[in-house]
């Protein structure tokens, strides 16, 4: 059965990397999350949550069921190491990392594919079209991908 972006919704671990700043989107899974019941922690919030989000450096902050982390790829060396250790003690854990920029297929270039298991890349591509790379990865290789297309 291919990949979907509803099988985000019931992930109950797992680390999401999405990319191109997908914000409807991320705000839709945040949303429902909140929705039941689970724990927040964000180190920012670049859109509207409807629920308990708590603000906080998520590297400090255990006992959370959710962890939004921000522009993971946009950081330093050592924020970047830091960011991989901690991905690697926390693998029971649902961690979304929520990056502006978008990074689709070249998501091989960056050490943190070994440390995610989906990449959601977002892309607006004419005036009303949207295309949504879903990609699910197992050691840093991509096994399963889908391409969704919106036009309005």
Do not use: C
């Amino acid at each position: 059965m291919p990949i979907k972006l509803t099988d985000l919704l019931y992930l109950k671990s797992g680390r999401i990397l999405m990319t191109g700043n997908p914000r409807r989107i991320a705000r839709i899974i945040l949303n429902e999350w909140a929705r039941q019941g689970w724990k927040i922690l964000a180190e920012g919030v670049p859109f509207q949550i409807e629920g308990e989000v708590f603000i906080g450096d998520p590297f400090k902050n255990p006992g959370f069921d959710v962890y939004l982390i921000l522009n993971p790829l946009s950081r330093t060396g050592q924020e970047k190491e830091r960011l991989h250790q901690w991905l690697t003690l926390n693998q029971d854990k649902l961690v979304v990392l929520y990056e502006h920029r978008y990074v689709g297929d070249s998501i091989t270039r960056y050490a943190i594919k070994n440390f995610i298991d989906y990449l959601l890349a977002y892309r607006r591509e004419t005036v009303d079209t949207e295309r949504v790379n879903l990609y699910r990865l197992e050691n840093g290789k991509v096994v399963e991908s889908a391409r969704l297309i919106r036009r309005r």
